[in-house]
């Protein structure tokens, strides 16, 4: 049997009902935090905000990637750090080389230029008797020092008047003259050291020597002759080397030839083992500078994605490594003798060659890092754009859907006011139907 509500009792049931649903509903926005729970609430927000959480999502996903990526650019750049230092060690050790020479300097002695006989009439050193000694002489024949004269070593002045040197080290020469006229074996001396190539003194025994500035074969040769140009002919095949005590000529160059006669110096020798355990380790530290598997040093390359894309709309960065070594960064072994790609570490040539190689190999290193440290800096610029577009677009994707709290827990408190109302309400509509029983 149905029931008949008078026409306020029904209006105010359905209020009622209005009402508990729309509270109903703010609850559950209250309880989900959220406005948009379905696409029936508002498909275009609810569509647009799956769009945007699903790509942010997505590069989310790609940090880790491009934080393996950046991790495997840091070791490289930390192994290029390894290398660098070990190079340093190296230059270093061939410093200490290049300190300690002077006993591996090839060095000549003539035969002696003065005797006990003139010391003993003059009282004065061997030593200081051939340094005053002239060079010139008017009859061709050597003259013994005296109380009153210096003596002189027999060069004819009449027919010779000038006299030169000549000094060739590898393929550097040089040709100095001179007038013989009061010339001394002390002024040859001087003309000797301004060479550069090498230096001479007189010993305590009255012998010249000469000794070469560098580790390398010194081929030395004086002569005399009419006028400059004849007199450095002379020194080119050591025409006068005999009179200065330097008799034994080289037959390939004419002039005496000077080496170090396979003296080495045990200091340099002691270096040798020190240097090639240092090169040894840049290989070790180049293999070792690897990340997860991949080691740019070993001539590996790395891809960076950055976007979610694919095709050619992908972003991403490659980067090629490099098979670092010493062998590629031009720094040969070290040895004692002269061998094809070997450093000889008793020679000055090949030493100061390592420096060389050493300065160079230093310029490869940060031109490399400095390559791998662009990468990074745009692999880093990456990750923190992606990081912060995640963020937008999460914050985007919130904005459409997410409810104000505040809001709908005004719209709570309100609907609970007028649920209030709407009982109040009822009861008063009520009342009328009521009046009825007061008739029985």
């Known amino acids: 049997m149905a029931i008949s509500l008078s026409s306020a009792v029904r209006n105010s049931v359905a209020t009622l009902q209005s009402t508990a649903a729309a509270a109903q509903a703010t609850q559950f926005k209250l309880a989900t935090g959220k406005k948009v729970n379905t696409a029936v609430d508002s498909p275009v927000n609810y569509f647009t905000a799956a769009s945007l959480n699903d790509r942010s999502s997505q590069l989310k996903g790609l940090l880790d990637g491009i934080s393996n990526g950046i991790q495997t650019v840091q070791a490289a750049s930390k192994g290029i750090d390894g290398v660098t230092k070990l190079v340093t060690s190296l230059q270093s050790t061939v410093k200490q080389a290049q300190a300690d020479a002077a006993q591996n300097r090839p060095t000549k002695a003539g035969t002696a230029l003065a005797t006990a006989t003139e010391a003993a009439v003059t009282s004065k050193s061997l030593k200081d008797i051939a340094l005053d000694k002239k060079l010139a002489s008017a009859d061709a024949v050597a003259t013994a020092a005296t109380a009153s004269s210096p003596g002189d070593i027999g060069i004819d002045t009449s027919a010779s008047p000038q006299a030169a040197i000549s000094i060739t080290v590898g393929s550097t020469t040089y040709e100095a003259d001179f007038a013989v006229a009061n010339a001394t074996v002390r002024d040859l001396v001087n003309e000797i050291n301004k060479s550069g190539l090498a230096t001479a003194f007189v010993d305590e025994k009255g012998q010249l020597n000469v000794k070469g500035t560098g580790s390398e ?98 972003s991403k960065l490659e980067i090629q490594g490099t098979t670092l070594s010493a062998t590629n960064l031009g720094i040969n072994q070290a040895g004692n003798t002269q061998l094809a790609g070997s450093v000889n570490f008793q020679n000055d040539s090949d030493l100061e060659s390592a420096t060389k190689a050493l300065t160079g190999a230093l310029t490869s290193l940060k031109s490399l890092a400095s390559t791998f440290g662009a990468n990074l800096s745009v ?62």
């Not at 004086?222 to 080397?241: S, Y």
């Not at 004419?254 to 396979?262: E, P």
């Not at 880093?380 to 997410?402: E, I, Y």
């Not at 509509?429 to 009825?436: F, Y």
Request: avoid cysteine.
């Open 217 to 314: 074969a010194v081929d030395f040769g004086f002569g005399v002759g009419a006028d400059a140009a004849a007199a450095r002919t002379a020194a080119g095949t050591g025409g006068g080397n005999t009179a200065i005590g330097f008799s034994a000529l080289d037959a390939a160059v004419g002039t005496s030839t000077i080496t170090s006669s396979g003296i080495t110096s045990a200091v340099r020798s002691n270096l040798i083992q020190q240097f090639n355990d240092l090169r040894t380790q840049i290989d070790e530290l180049a293999k070792d500078s690897g990340y997860n598997g991949v080691n740019l040093l070993a001539g590996d390359k790395v891809s960076i994605q950055f976007n979610e894309k694919t095709g050619k709309n992908q």
């Open 379 to 440: 692999a880093q610029t990456r990750q923190d754009f992606t990081k912060d577009l995640a963020g937008v677009l999460s914050a985007g994707a919130d904005n459409l859907v997410n409810a104000d709290s505040n809001e709908e827990a005004a719209n709570l408190l309100a609907l609970q006011t007028r649920q209030q109302l709407s009982q109040t309400a009822l009861s008063m509509a009520s009342q009328g139907d009521q009046a009825i029983l007061r008739l029985f």
